[in-house]
């Protein structure tokens, strides 16, 4: 039907657009392909989806004689895709936004698809495969993205990991720590951000004699943390 919005056409269009590095528009039409996922008759998808695996499992029934049993696996199967359209195509533009270091974007377009996979746990949308890459990029860029509050966990947790004594957190020490029960999950996310731009942070500021080899200081988050923040800001 010609009034059924087409979440394909948008996406096609996107990856040629930043093929093309015109990631305004780009982006203007990976949003679209979302859109139009979301305008999608997923009530009657879900009905029809659910009266062709009816017929599969249980064979001929009033309610779906008129479906013809060679396209049973091919029916099934096309609507699945168009159920999963909403989280597949949220999925495509957190691609797109960590493609292009729109880090935060990336992390909020990502929790929204996983939101709504959760939501449809059990529906004929879920795709497993799909789902696992969505949550390892989520993880990632998590990772590097670190909690909004890094600085302030480093200088909380700074003396239990500096455990020599030397007022520097090596890489050692965080790895240590990741070990260690008694660091709660948000620090652990706060390590793990660290670990992740290690070598960058520990040359954030020039507060060691000789070569930046003792570790990371605190004046060395500081900076890092001001110097992200001013680099990941949303694409214009």
Known sequence: ???VPNPYTHSNRAKQLE???N???AEEEYRKAVQAADSLPHDEYMRDFNTALDRKRNGVS???K???EEALTELIAAYR???SLPFLTRTQLAGFYARHNALPEAKEVIEQALAIEAQTKGRAGN???AE???AELLKNIGDILGPANAEELFLAYFDKLDVNKNGFIDEQELKRAQLDISVPPEAQSMIRYLLYHYFAVEKASNDEFGEEISGISKNDVRKFQKSTKANWKRLK
């Open 132 to 134: 696992r890459r969505a």
């Open 127 to 129: 795709n497993a495969e």
């Open 62 to 64: 009033e309610s779906n």
């Open 19 to 21: 093929l093309k590095k």
């Open 81 to 83: 895709e168009l159920l």
């Open 1 to 3: 039907m010609e009034d």
């Open 23 to 25: 990631l305004q528009e």
């Open 66 to 68: 008129y479906l013809p």
